[in-house]
């Protein structure tokens, strides 16, 4: 049996620099005598001199340090001159321990014992901010559930934008070509990350999945408040919160920065250190992806544009796919959820030919999807096993699908819920009033 590998010493936190004549927050850290540095930088410019700029990038020196400190995983983090306050330091390092927990799971290791050492911060009362009312800011990555909330706010906004974060000089055509079909303005931000880390397999650095949500959550807090806008608006769906796998009895979420558990935390991180502004919250909460799926399927005017294939997102812009691959877990996934409330002729014609559902070839990739083989739930954004149950139960029984292969050999299914409690709210959320979609507001 392959033990756990060879870990660090300490991971420190070296300090950061906002340097406004270039618009850029530089954030150092060192690993047992390696450095490294990240710089963000918001083109657009703002108002740098906000005491709340300063206590949000401060925030975003706190989250982006996992990308550095995942590289050897040593059982201590010194936060070096940076004081915290005891809620911060929670906060921390639960973001630390589930934000990387597939990252533990699929390299053998084990991160509770981590401890993090550094100075207190007893603060006495939030940075005062008073941002301009009706200015939302959407963190926007060209898929369903992006698109929906841009449309849900238009009607509710008075200035809303779209948020992008890009590698200097490189941009994703499948979210500019998405966020250019909104018609909304675009803020952005470029996040150039140490070189080091892209040599992983050179320099023997572990690897694996990192809460990168929760990063760029952080960095649009900073965005926000750079432009004087009162709202990062998420569109993390209700079963976001759902986990990937249970192991010794504790959940592993593939998506834990797009779970309640985060958002929760994360608002009361601001509200000490901002009083809450901007607000930070996921409009799509306390919606399923059938309920978003239905929404977008309302929406033609983006069935050429949107994009939620991974392949179309690749670090390397000479392996990045300019369409839908058909292959992939995603694509199968939002093939599945949008087949209720698209016909098989539209949705054809949205993978360019190369439909999941009508290749028997991807049968076993459904059938995880749907939690009826061996195959745990696959390590991706895709909803949870009841939602594909009843997306198949919908869609199978559609007119245009009676000759579906993939979706005769999926059925009967067990019993589930029905639909129409999947289209209905479900559980907490954070959405004010001013923002609320209809449905919650009945």
């Known amino acids: 049996m392959i033990g756990p590998p060879r870990r660090g010493e300490s991971f420190r936190y070296v300090g950061y620099d906002i340097d406004p004549s270039h618009d850029r927050l530089v954030c150092r850290y060192r690993l047992d005598g390696r450095e490294f540095r990240e710089d963000v930088t918001f083109p657009g410019g703002g108002a740098w001199r906000e005491p709340a700029v300063a206590e949000a990038a401060r925030l975003v020196f706190l989250l982006t340090a996992v990308s550095y400190y995942k590289t050897a995983a040593p059982?201590?983090?010194?936060?070096?001159?940076?004081?915290?306050?005891?809620?911060?330091?929670?906060?921390?390092?639960?973001?630390?321990?589930?934000?990387?927990?597939?990252?533990?799971?699929?390299?053998?290791?084990?991160?509770?014992?981590?401890?993090?050492?550094?100075?207190?911060?007893?603060?006495?009362?939030?940075?005062?901010?008073?941002?301009?009312?009706?200015?939302?800011?959407?963190?926007?990555?060209?898929?369903?559930?992006?698109?929906?909330?841009?449309?849900?706010?238009?009607?509710?906004?008075?200035?809303?934008?779209?948020?992008?974060?890009?590698?200097?000089?490189?941009?994703?055509?499948?979210?500019?070509?998405?966020?250019?079909?909104?018609?909304?303005?675009?803020?952005?931000?470029?996040?150039?990350?140490?070189?080091?880390?892209?040599?992983?397999?050179?320099?023997?650095?572990?690897?694996?999945?990192?809460?990168?949500?929760?990063?760029?959550?952080?960095?649009?807090?900073?965005?926000?408040?750079?432009?004087?806008?009162?709202?990062?608006?998420?569109?993390?769906?209700?079963?976001?919160?759902?986990?990937?796998?249970?192991?010794?009895?504790?959940?592993?979420?593939?998506?834990?920065?797009?779970?309640?558990?985060f958002e929760t935390a994360l608002r009361s991180v601001l509200v000490e250190s901002l009083g809450g502004r901007p607000e930070y919250f996921s409009l799509l909460r306390p919606f399923t992806e059938l309920w978003i799926a239905r929404r977008f399927a309302a929406l033609p005017q983006y069935f050429d544009y949107f994009r939620s294939c991974n392949r179309a997102f690749h670090i390397d812009p000479a392996q990045r796919l300019d369409r839908w691959c058909g292959q992939c877990d995603k694509c199968c996934f939002i093939d599945l959820i949008l087949s209720p409330f698209l016909d098989e002729p539209t949705l054809r014609r949205v993978f360019g030919g190369r439909e999941p559902l009508a290749d028997v070839a991807l049968l076993g990739r459904f059938r995880a999807l749907l939690g009826l083989s061996a195959d745990s739930k696959p390590w991706e954004c895709v909803g949870d096993v009841t939602e594909c149950r009843v997306a198949t139960l919908l869609a199978a029984g559609r007119r245009d699908r009676a000759a579906s292969p993939v979706l005769a050999a999926l059925g009967p299914l067990p019993g589930e819920p029905t639909p129409e409690e999947l289209l209905v709210p479900h559980g907490r959320h954070f959405v004010p009033d001013r923002y609320a979609p209809d449905d919650l507001l009945v």
């Open 75 to 261: 059982p201590v983090v010194d936060l070096g001159d940076t004081a915290v306050t005891d809620l911060e330091r929670a906060f921390l390092r639960e973001f630390y321990l589930d934000g990387l927990g597939e990252f533990a799971h699929r390299n053998n290791l084990d991160l509770s014992g981590l401890r993090i050492i550094g100075p207190a911060l007893a603060r006495q009362t939030p940075v005062a901010v008073s941002p301009d009312e009706g200015r939302p800011l959407v963190p926007f990555g060209g898929g369903v559930d992006s698109i929906v909330t841009a449309e849900l706010l238009r009607p509710r906004a008075k200035d809303p934008a779209l948020f992008v974060v890009n590698h200097p000089g490189d941009r994703f055509e499948a979210i500019e070509r998405a966020a250019a079909a909104t018609g909304l303005p675009v803020l952005r931000a470029e996040r150039l990350i140490d070189t080091q880390v892209l040599r992983s397999a050179e320099l023997g650095f572990l690897n694996g999945h990192v809460p990168v949500t929760g990063i760029l959550s952080a960095i649009a807090v900073m965005a926000a408040a750079l432009d004087g806008r009162d709202a990062v608006v998420m569109s993390n769906e209700w079963s976001a919160s759902a986990g990937t796998i249970t192991v010794d009895g504790r959940s592993i979420n593939h998506q834990y920065s797009k779970g309640e558990a």
